[in-house]
């Protein structure tokens, strides 16, 4: 199912996203070392509930997990990069923790994912694989315009991320948003330009370039969910959720302060 929002819902959108935003900017500024990921997951759900929204995840049973998430929030560390379940792990100085959140607020979705270094030990090449997600974002974000194709999406991520010299897998990616977390149009992270559904006002589209540094190949955790590096690799993540209007496209997910 592909949703066109219109202005109502797209305001409603609008709130959905800075309350994601907002709530991961809290989450980062509170992770430190010794923090641990099921504290991460009760402060996630503390903030949801304050905010009268609703988790997009604790319910969640879709086909590639095992059974219901049974949390509020996905906490990736370090070779973990997709879907990770909180567990009882005290953060520890170095960690790259991914942070992925998707709420809905009436009646609308939002979804966002950040990735950091926690801690006063900053490793170089870990940085420079955030930094690479982050300026494969603002590339998709550019490409993300009305009469646009998401294979031109895909391929300002894929140039990207591939001349920065990390594998991509396109198995799991961006995706189109709404009334539901994971719609269609399904948006790969490599592709070819001038393919795939056109982009019209109304859509949201959760965008999302991900990398492990050295392989394109995922396992899955014991725990059924978490999706690993296959060799143990670090990973990192970064994600946006955007409307496309007749300007191009709107970040949703800033956190409030944050927005122009």
């Known amino acids: ?25 809290t989450l980062k500024s509170r992770c430190k070392v010794g923090t641990n990921l099921m504290g991460i997951d009760r402060w996630t759900k503390a903030m949801i509930a304050e905010a009268g929204a609703t988790s997009c995840y604790v319910d969640y049973a879709p086909s590639f ?11 990736a560390v370090n070779d973990a990069v997709l879907h990770g379940r909180p567990h009882d792990y005290d953060l520890a100085d170095g960690d790259l923790l991914t942070l992925d959140l998707a709420v809905s607020k009436a009646g609308v979705a939002a979804d966002a994912a950040i990735s950091f270094i926690v801690g006063d030990t900053k490793p170089p090449e870990s940085v420079a694989m955030i930094n690479a997600t982050e300026r494969a974002l603002a590339a998709a974000i550019a490409a993300a315009r009305p009469g646009a194709r998401i294979g031109d999406i895909s391929h300002a991520i894929g140039t990207v991320l591939g001349e920065a010299g990390y594998p991509i897998n396109t198995e799991f990616g961006g995706h ?39 392989t394109a190949r995922l396992v899955t955790d014991a725990d059924g969910w978490t999706l690993r590096s296959a060799t143990g690799c670090r990973t990192a993540h970064s994600e946006h959720t955007v409307a496309i209007t007749e300007e191009g496209a709107e970040i949703l997910t800033l956190p409030q302060q944050a927005r122009p």
Do not use: K
């Open 176 to 214: 189109g948003i709404g009334s539901t977390m994971h719609q269609d149009p399904h948006v790969p992270n490599t592709g070819r330009p001038g393919r795939g559904y056109t982009l019209r006002p109304g859509l949201l589209l959760a965008l999302e370039p991900w990398v492990m540094a050295d």
């Open 65 to 75: 997990g095992r059974g219901p998430f049974g949390h509020y929030i996905c906490t």
């Open 1 to 25: 199912m592909i949703e066109i929002l219109n202005h109502a819902r797209l305001a409603r959108a609008r709130d959905s996203g800075a309350l994601v935003g907002g709530i991961l900017q």
